[in-house]
């Protein structure tokens, strides 16, 4: 079985919505560990709530130990747990290209927009839905991506469009693209990788057809069903 190492900084909807995805027998996996750079996170409390042992280490704490020390922290935690895959669900902390390279291909990440639109340096939080209102977009949503060394970049898993409406506020917004994106394709994401129907080609990722189970699939925009 596939077991998940997560890094959360913040309230961990996207985290309980993998957890709700695997309580309900939809993905084949475990949550094995939660590592928080907030102390006070309540992603925490998501984590304990359901029995999945959550630690807080912040990367101020190794900063005398020598370059990549906190990401090696990281890599031993999570190898100590046999972590094979990692989510970065609201982590704000940047990583070493030591860990990336580590975990290559074995982390994903949500973003709150359609990559490669407002994305990148600054775009985090609600400061991704100020600055799609601002620009007077008609469409946004959500992408599961596998995260490189490059913020934001690394092949595209799952994209899903989410309307912006006249009289949204960045508020608004957000909630909507986490009810109606996120929390829909991020667990979806995890499922195909836990079914190991996921094939990188270059800058792609190729879902693979699941034709024993019969699936009807759908595209990243929703069009087939994951």
């Given amino acids: 079985m596939l077991k998940i190492g ?10 309980q919505a993998v957890i709700d995805a695997i309580k309900a027998g939809k993905i084949n996996a475990e949550i094995a560990a939660v590592v928080s750079s907030k102390k006070d996170a309540y992603a925490l409390v998501r984590a304990k709530e359901n029995g999945i042992e959550a630690v807080y280490m912040r990367k101020k704490d190794y900063e005398n130990r ?12 999570f190898q100590s ?3 094979g895959l990692v989510l970065y669900s609201g982590f704000l902390t940047i990583l070493s290209p030591y860990f990336i390279k580590f975990y290559e291909n074995r982390i994903m990440n949500v973003h709150p927009a359609l ?18 209102i601002e620009s007077g977009v008609k469409v946004t949503g959500a992408t599961v991506h596998f995260a490189t060394e490059v913020c934001d970049s690394g092949p595209i898993i799952l994209q899903k ?10 508020e608004t917004l957000q909630k909507r693209v986490m009810e109606q994106a996120e929390h829909i394709i991020f667990p979806a994401a995890v499922r195909l990788f836990a079914e190991g129907r996921l094939k990188i080609v270059g800058n792609r990722v190729i879902v693979i057809r699941n034709i024993s189970k019969g699936n009807d699939e759908r595209d990243a925009n929703n069009s087939r069903r994951i």
């Fill in 66 to 77: 020598g370059d990549d020390a906190y990401e090696k922290a990281l890599v031993g935690y």
């Fill in 115 to 132: 990559i490669p639109a407002f994305c990148g340096k600054g775009y985090y939080g609600i400061h991704v839905h100020e600055a799609v």
């Fill in 161 to 170: 469009c989410v309307p912006v409406l006249d009289d949204d506020t960045p």
């Fill in 6 to 15: 997560a890094l959360v900084s913040g309230g961990g909807t996207n985290l």
């Fill in 81 to 83: 747990k046999d972590v």
